[in-house]
């Protein structure tokens, strides 16, 4: 595992200083504030959860503004370059009943009586955000400080109103051509409806990883992490699209995961039968096939080991499972297998570009919840969204998404349990400069 890591940190060095002779990324570079930008998102959120089996409900909606100011790359052999992103945001209505991610808590009183954060009434409005400095030489681009990540292995969630925030370095090298380098280190992790930049305790996250392409119609990546005191995760993919008659594509993709637990914890799906020695495996296949406005997509999910997929334990928010079966679920259940069917339309052809619906079905089945080996779960999914063309307000956009969510009696406490969800998203983006 350290030699793996120590490897692709040697190739991300050695690989900038060979290539700082040629043609590069930072030969272009016109200067810090030559190449500056800013932008600002205003977002409408809403979301909510139509519980049942009396569960409670819950129910969100508030405004934010997501901004981000970036400095160009000073010239030279070595450019540098800083920048801050941040979010500040406002509650729309009442939002007593919030628990999804959304809103963040006062201090307050527990169950139990005990006086403890994130117990009491959601805030009013509220402001977070950090700073960032970096660095380039060549095509190898180092950042550290306040990010938003969008790796396999550690992903920020952006489903919600606000994005999770992650500190620590990051380093991408493109200086091979076709094959992307990547290495980090993070000591904080702040959840979307967290206040505290380091509200998940994280103690340190290692990440490492590469993405080649073959060839224009196959690539391939690897990712791991190491969260220390939780988890080494692995990823990989392979992707593959080859032409069809008729302007037709087909594409086939593998992908999948392999974690070991470093430590007895609590699991997220609570599907395992011995907490001493964690270990899952999940994987998906999927074909795609496109032709002009039709995107017809099929995808089988399976889980090995003795626990369930759990992500509830990494470093970040629930967002690192970058697989097919996943929308409200994520169809990680322990033994689960699970299969789907999506259908997306463009409707361009009737004079409306910009607009798009996508449809799912997924059958999730053989999930081991200790006492039965044969729980289920099923979700219907239905998403519209239309995106501005042109004009004024182009690129901004309004999106609606349905889920509707059951599953055995004997799995509605261990996950989600039986749910209709609404998430409603208008954004608006703005470019300062």
Do not use: C
């Amino acid at each position: 595992m350290l030699n793996a890591k120590k490897l692709t940190l040697a190739v991300l060095v050695q690989a900038a200083l060979i290539s700082t002779a040629y043609a590069s990324e930072q030969s272009e570079a016109k200067g810090f504030v030559e190449d500056a930008e800013g932008t600002v998102l205003f977002r409408t959120g809403y979301l909510s959860r139509d519980k049942k089996n009396g569960v409670d409900d819950t129910s969100s909606a508030a405004q934010t503004a997501m901004f981000k100011l970036d400095s160009g790359f000073t010239q030279g052999i070595v450019g540098f370059g800083a920048g801050i992103i941040g979010d500040a945001s406002v509650k729309l209505g009442e939002n007593k009943n919030a628990g999804n991610g959304m809103i963040p808590r006062e201090r307050g009183f527990n169950a139990n009586g005990e006086y403890v954060k994130g117990a009491g009434d959601t805030y009013d409005h509220w402001a977070r955000g950090g700073a960032y400095v970096k660095a380039r030489i060549s095509n190898t681009t180092a950042v550290y400080g306040t990010q938003i990540l969008d790796i396999p292995v550690l992903a920020s969630n952006t489903a919600r109103l606000v994005p999770e925030y992650f500190e620590g370095l990051l380093v991408t090298s493109n200086e091979i051509d076709n094959l992307s380098l990547t290495a980090g280190k993070f000591t904080k992790n702040q959840y979307s409806d967290q206040i505290e930049t380091d509200g998940r305790n994280l103690d340190r996250a290692v990440v490492w990883g590469a993405k080649y392409k073959f060839s224009d119609a196959l690539n391939a990546s690897y990712y791991g992490v190491d969260v220390k005191d939780r988890l080494d995760r692995h990823y990989v993919n392979a992707n593959y699209t080859y032409a069809l008659s008729e302007d037709s594509s087909l594409t086939h993709d593998f992908s999948g995961y392999h974690t070991e637990w470093d430590r007895e914890g609590n699991t997220y799906s609570e599907t395992t039968d011995n907490l001493s020695d964690r270990q899952n495996s999940i994987w998906a296949v999927s074909t795609t096939y496109n032709k002009d406005v039709h995107n017809v997509m099929l995808a089988y999910q399976q889980n090995t080991g003795n626990t369930g997929y759990d992500y509830g334990e990494n470093a970040d928010g629930a967002q690192s499972i970058y697989l097919p079966n996943s929308y409200l679920s994520d169809f990680i259940g322990n033994d689960e297998k699970s299969v789907q069917l999506q259908y997306s339309y463009n409707f361009k052809n009737h004079g409306l570009a910009g607009l798009n619906w996508t449809t799912a079905y997924v059958y999730g089945w053989d999930i081991n919840v200790g006492t039965d080996r044969d729980a289920q779960e099923r979700e219907f999914f239905n998403q519209v969204k239309y995106t501005v063309q042109s004009g004024f307000a182009k690129d901004a956009s309004l999106r609606l998404r349905h889920s509707y969510y059951r599953a055995s009696d004997n799995y509605q406490s261990n996950y989600i349990g039986d749910t209709n969800e609404w998430r409603i998203w208008l954004d608006i983006p703005v470019k300062l400069f």
